[in-house]
């Protein structure tokens, strides 16, 4: 099983930034890809971005440009960088990883970390 420690969420002004990361820790075989997800009031949880253990990024078109993902293989660790933010961009993020132990592939969530964008 794996274990997600988030950090780095909190309140800020339309067009701030904030820096998300996320630590993974436990028994696994190896990571595969982790990203973020966030959730606001009364709407489903959305893939924020994702990032391959080779590198390769996904993002969301709402988050295109504003947002970079990366990754410390070496720490198990997954960064988000949110730039230029917006009003809309608040929600509970959570940490995705996705790992394999053994034959088995798994997708965890973390507990998420709240961002607040409001003049």
């Known amino acids: 099983q794996v274990q997600l420690v988030e950090s780095g969420g909190g309140s800020v002004q339309p067009g701030g930034s904030l820096r998300l990361s996320c630590a993974a820790s436990?028994?696994?075989?190896?990571?595969?890809?982790m990203g973020w997800y966030r959730q606001s009031p009364g709407k489903e949880r959305d893939l924020v971005t994702s990032i391959t253990s080779g590198g390769r990024t996904n993002y969301a078109n709402s988050v295109k440009g504003r947002f970079t993902i990366s990754r410390d293989n070496a720490k198990n660790t997954v960064y988000l960088q949110m730039n230029n933010l917006k009003p809309e961009d608040t929600a509970v993020y959570s940490c995705?990883?996705?790992?394999?132990?053994?034959?088995?592939?798994?997708?965890?969530w973390g507990q998420g970390t709240r961002v607040i964008v409001s003049s």
């Open positions: 995705w990883v996705a790992y394999t132990d053994g034959d088995v592939a798994y997708d965890q």
């Open positions: 436990g028994s696994f075989f190896s990571i595969n890809a």
